[in-house]
């Protein structure tokens, strides 16, 4: 059974910065692709970030692009997300998930992926 763990969200002030991890169970960590997703009240859930299942591949929104950056360990089956220079815009709940498509190229697409974590909360306080 695959079951994904986030965490290291938080509160913190514009400008502040975060690490989210997203560890994985149940499955190595070489073997998929990983996306953050995050939804704020009201809001799609929306694409954040992605790196393909070779893991030398990334995919980023505009929103976030210079800010954050995704990464693997493969030796700790965990996947992260360091977030910079937060904005109040960035709150929202954030999601972790993975795809088993073995392509090269990092997906983008809420549909494209197969298991999901429970989520973190990130706020940003202006």
């Known amino acids: 059974q695959v079951r994904l763990a986030e965490s290291g969200g938080g509160l913190v002030q514009a400008g502040g910065s975060l690490r989210l991890s997203c560890a994985l169970d149940?499955?190595?960590?070489?073997?998929?692709?990983t996306g953050w997703f995050r939804q704020s009240p009201g809001k799609e859930r929306e694409f954040v970030a992605s790196?393909?299942?070779?893991?030398?591949?990334?995919s980023y929104a505009d929103s976030v692009k210079g800010r954050f950056t995704i990464s693997r360990d493969n030796a700790k089956n965990t996947d992260y997300l360091q977030m910079n220079s937060l904005k109040p815009e960035d709150t929202g709940v954030y999601y972790c998930?993975?795809?088993?498509?073995?392509?090269?190229?990092?997906?983008?697409?809420?549909?494209?992926?197969?298991?999901w974590g429970q989520g973190t909360q990130v706020t940003v306080s202006s």
């Open positions: 998930a993975i795809s088993v498509i073995v392509t090269t190229t990092p997906m983008t697409l809420v549909d494209e992926y197969d298991f």
């Open positions: 149940g499955r190595s960590s070489s073997t998929h692709g």
């Open positions: 790196i393909s299942w070779s893991g030398d591949s990334t």
